[in-house]
């Protein structure tokens, strides 16, 4: 990433970083590096209600700072990082501004620089990030604009696209940041029958980890740059499950809206726990190596599997039962189950479904 970090948890850019006491807060808790919420040249307004809350989903509306650049010199004037570093999220709509923020958040003393560039909230900048020149004239403005390293965060879409990861590859960025949130909408209150956000908006949580997994494994095995995961980590397995699969970093966001500063500083604890037990005390030695257990699926050859019962179960839950499509489930008189290995698809739901891990798949 172009910065050493102390350690790889980073705090994603966002309100929780929205101004010099809050960032002091995350730096207090442990954090190896505080990114900003996105600082642009002009303050902008919070709407109100901006943070939803849904079926354990997080949805926000809030887009940029509601600081402008001159207050952003008052607030990090005084913020004492030790030894953390200060990343500050930028985000202009034209490469003069863009090259001038840069500038000044060098002077300010940034240690980098994020260039927030697919934000899933409004439209106006829409035109930019889904047009790879104009994306790499933007970016190129920042590169050029400073001495300290650069790195651009990518929202899922623009982390699968190889004419995106390309423009900014060839703009001279080395590490990126994936996954800005997703577009959501919180749902549709059905009596009122309106949506229950006023406008589209960022959806964030434990729910997008899957994708941001996934995209980490997509920009390690297709690109050359440094990741800074982000998306969905809510506990020290997670930032484990995303340096297996090749980050340099990670960052943590709604974790800090759903348990407070707090969780910084346990996910630290429990990380450093977790490898200490295991002796390990570089996290090169870990950074990658789940990787080789990923292949593209054209690689996979099919292999004849069959589930079958561990023991007996006389549950009474059925779930194996009522989700085989296959129809390989019976329940036999004495109320257990019975798999037929002559019809069952090797499909593996009814092994994932199981809640006493009663049912396992051999191979035939
Ligand atoms: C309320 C809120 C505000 C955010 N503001 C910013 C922002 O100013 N700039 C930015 O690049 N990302 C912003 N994000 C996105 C987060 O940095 C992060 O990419 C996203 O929340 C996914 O991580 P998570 O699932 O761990 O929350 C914001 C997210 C939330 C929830
Ligand atoms: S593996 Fe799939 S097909 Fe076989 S019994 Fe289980 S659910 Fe049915
Ligand atoms: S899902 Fe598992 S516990 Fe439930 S009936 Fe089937 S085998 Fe038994």
Same mark, same amino acid.
């Given at each position: 990433? $172009?910065? !050493? *970090?102390?350690? /790889?948890?980073?705090?994603? #850019? $966002? /309100?929780w970083a929205? %101004?010099?006491a809050s960032i002091q807060r995350c730096?207090?808790?442990g954090a190896g590096a505080v990114i900003t919420e996105t600082v642009t040249l002009e303050a902008h307004n919070n709407i109100c209600p901006r943070l939803y809350f849904r079926d354990g989903g997080t949805?926000?509306?809030k887009l940029y700072s509601h600081l402008h650049l001159e207050q952003w010199e008052d607030e990090v004037e005084g913020v004492r990082k030790g030894e953390g570093k200060l990343i500050f999220s930028i985000w202009g709509s034209s490469v003069s501004e863009l090259s001038y923020l840069a500038q000044k958040v060098e002077c300010l003393g940034a240690d980098? +620089?994020?260039?927030? +560039?697919s934000a899933p909230i409004g439209t106006r900048n829409q035109a930019i990030h889904n047009h790879s020149p104009h994306t790499h004239d933007f970016i !190129?403005?920042?590169? %050029? #604009?400073? %001495? +300290?390293?650069?790195?651009?965060? *990518?929202?899922?879409?623009?982390a699968i696209s190889p004419d995106f990861t390309r423009s900014i590859a060839d703009a001279g960025v080395t590490a990126v940041s994936a996954i800005d949130a997703l577009k959501g909408l919180a749902g549709v209150g059905i009596t009122g029958r309106k949506a229950r956000m006023p406008t589209y908006g960022g959806y964030t949580g434990p729910q997008i980890r899957p994708v941001a997994l996934a995209t980490t494994a997509t920009l390690k095995q297709h690109t050359s740059f440094q990741i800074c995961s982000v998306g969905g980590i809510a506990g020290y397995e997670h930032v484990l499950e995303f340096l297996m699969l090749g980050a340099q970093a990670v960052q943590l966001a709604s974790v800090i809206l759903l348990q407070g500063y707090g969780a910084i500083t346990d996910i630290l604890r429990d990380l450093e726990a977790w490898l200490a037990a295991r002796g390990i005390d570089d996290y090169a030695g870990i950074r990658g190596c789940a990787l080789e257990s990923l292949s593209p699926f054209e690689d996979i050859? /099919?292999? /004849? *599997?069959?589930?079958?019962?561990?023991g007996d179960c006389c549950e009474p839950c059925q779930i194996c039962r009522q989700g085989c499509i296959y129809h390989a489930i019976s329940r036999i008189e004495e109320g257990s189950i019975r798999i037929d290995p002559e019809v069952c698809t090797g499909c593996g739901w009814c092994v994932a479904r199981c809640p006493g891990t009663k049912i396992e798949l051999r191979w035939e």
């Open positions: 990433m $172009g910065v !050493q *970090l102390k350690n /790889p948890l980073v705090v994603a #850019a $966002g /309100p929205r %101004d010099g730096f207090d808790a949805f926000n509306t980098a +620089i994020e260039v927030s +560039i !190129q403005a920042v590169v %050029d #604009a400073v %001495d +300290i390293p650069v790195m651009v965060k *990518l929202s899922y879409e623009a050859s /099919p292999a /004849p *599997l069959a589930a079958h019962m561990t």
